[in-house]
């Protein structure tokens, strides 16, 4: 498949990820294998079943999750999408919280996703922001730079 072709597939999964809401992620069923591959720092599965528990966890764990997507790059059936992760924490914080990070994948001949792995850092993104543990994660920030 020419990458023109999976060009389409890489614009719907961006505009569904930017306007995804908890009831769109039933949807991600149309737009991933049944048998797709899905990494991130906290996770790890095998199938279609499994990302979408992980993106309705998602819209249960934090308030207002949204992505903003700045950029794509694409060659072939693989792309990169670099985002913004922004969210409320329930708990701790009530000011917006932000991730940024990035996501490979790949497409299928159907124009599915069959891989997807997301790169963030979640000690300075995530651990560093939370009361007890950030204030251990960034001493040990500074320890590791003097």
């Not at 498949?1 to 069923?29: I, K, N, W, Y």
């Not at 294998?33 to 790890?44: C, L, V």
């Not at 996703?113 to 960034?138: N, Q, S, T």
């Amino acid at each position: 498949m020419s990458q023109s072709c999976h060009a389409g597939h890489l614009q719907e999964l961006v505009q569904f990820f930017q306007s995804m809401t908890a009831a769109d992620v039933p949807r991600l069923r149309e737009l991933y294998a049944s048998d797709a591959f899905f990494k991130d720092p906290f996770n790890e599965v095998h199938h279609i079943d499994d990302i979408e528990r992980i993106f309705a966890r998602m819209y249960a764990d934090v308030d207002r999750p949204r992505f903003i997507i700045t950029g794509t790059v694409q060659q072939d059936d693989q792309a990169f999408i670099t985002w913004d992760f922004r969210f409320h924490l329930r708990r701790w914080r009530s000011d917006e919280q932000c991730i940024r990070g990035c996501s490979h994948v790949r497409f299928h001949e159907d124009g599915r996703v069959g891989f997807h792995r997301d790169y963030w850092d979640a000690a300075e993104e995530l651990y560093e922001k939370l009361p007890l543990i950030g204030a251990l994660m960034r001493w040990m920030k500074r320890r590791a730079h003097a």
